[in-house]
């Protein structure tokens, strides 16, 4: 259920026309404080939640999050906490919970998440990209288990900014989230942000990071992982080549490797993916405010 990137939906397919992206400005005032991505109580949304510190002797020992029994970004926000939440594309609109342990005594918080109308998509692709052979499936199941594990990198030290850079220059599509069937046949929903760029154009890490891991996937072609602390990993597929071997440590803006067109796309194309707590998010609300295409 919480899983929003599957072999289906691990796919990059830039539509023409459908590039226009739109963004509101919210101002941050978190001084001296890691900058903040926007917050929105949506499926594929993001939504922060203020921890004030308690009076008890453990008031200095973080809180542990979790939503879904998934670890949470916490970040330390005047005296106390803040926790950073990734709502998976497939939750329903409602109420959901946020668990939190502290001092000794679980408590939860309640998160109301409205619903949100995602476009559908259309997409043409060779048949044997939709209905595997027996062999594709196998692998695809493979690369599935091994994607999950990159994704569910957590560790301690947290983002120093979640306000990220674009990773490539060029027109961004607004459809993440979108619903997709790929010759006619209904699949799991877009996890990214497509940029479409010739082959060849280098991609940046857009923040400082670990290379978590690196391959060459049924549906994402070359891709790059990036664990940049406390559950944000960020993914770039459909690479023509992977200038990062695992365990390199990037600084932000250097280039991790070239768009290209490997695995299943229309043509030459970086598909972002960004992910808090195991779920892929809508990468726009880490970008700052769009500049026209
Ligand atoms: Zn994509």
Not at 60 to 69: A, K, Y
Not at 127 to 144: G, I, Y
Not at 251 to 258: K, L, T, V
Request: aromatic letters at 6%.
């Amino acid at each position: 259920m919480r899983m929003t990137l599957s072999r289906r939906s691990a796919n990059g397919l830039l539509l023409g026309g459908a590039l226009l992206w739109t963004a509101t400005v919210v101002a941050t005032t978190a001084m001296a404080e890691t900058a903040l991505p926007r917050a929105s109580a949506v499926p594929g949304g993001v939504v922060m939640i203020d921890l004030p510190a308690t009076a008890g002797a453990g008031a200095d020992t973080p809180p542990r999050v979790s939503f879904e029994g998934n670890r949470v970004m916490l970040l330390r926000h005047g005296t106390g906490w803040r926790a950073i939440v990734g709502i998976p594309l497939s939750q329903a609109p409602g109420e959901v919970q946020l668990e939190i342990e502290r001092d000794g005594r679980r408590e939860t918080r309640q998160l109301q998440i409205v619903g949100k109308q995602y476009t559908t998509q259309y997409l043409k692709v060779p048949p044997s990209q939709v209905d595997l052979a027996p062999a594709d499936l196998a692998r695809v199941e493979t690369e599935q288990t091994r994607i999950r594990a990159a994704l569910a990198t957590f560790s301690e030290t947290p983002p120093a900014t979640l306000v990220l850079r674009a990773p490539v220059r060029g027109p961004r599509s607004s459809s993440f989230g979108s619903r997709r069937f790929f010759n006619q046949q209904p699949r799991n929903p877009h996890s990214g942000m497509d940029i479409a760029a010739p082959t060849g154009t280098p991609v940046y890490a857009p923040a400082d990071g670990e290379v978590v891991d690196t391959g060459d996937y049924f549906f994402n072609g070359k891709s790059v992982f990036i664990d940049h602390g406390q559950g944000l990993v960020t993914l770039y597929c459909h690479l023509s080549e992977i200038a990062v071997p695992t365990g390199t440590r990037v600084r932000s803006g250097e280039r991790i490797g070239a768009v290209g067109a490997t695995g299943r796309v229309t043509g030459p194309h970086l598909h972002w993916g960004v992910a808090l707590n195991r779920v892929l998010v809508d990468p726009a609300l880490f970008l700052p405010v769009a500049t026209a295409p």
